[in-house]
């Protein structure tokens, strides 16, 4: 089950650094994706009182929405609804 989430977590996180390396400008793009993914973090975690869905902040879900930005938010939160972690 470990190593499924681990593996889940690292396409999310390589399809966005793909992405970021491809366009023109690859530190501003990473930079703005990493700063999103705190804000999705912080807006879900502000919301879960309203729908009982909440991320828990820790080094690994940071690290993992700075890195994976909004998709990687989106992917802890799947994971948790899906895998009732």
Known sequence: MTVLLYVIAGIAVLAAVVGAVCTKKPIRT?????????????????????????L???????????????????????LKVILAI
Do not use: Y
Request: proline letters at 2%; charged letters at 0%; hydrophobic letters at 55%.
């Open 56 to 78: 828990g902040i820790n080094v690994l879900t940071g690290s993992f929405c700075i890195l994976g930005g909004v998709p990687g938010v989106i992917t802890l939160l799947l």
């Open 30 to 54: 990473l930079l703005g994706s990493a700063l999103q993914g705190l804000c999705a973090l912080a807006a879900v975690n502000v919301t879960g009182a309203f729908t009982g869905v909440s």
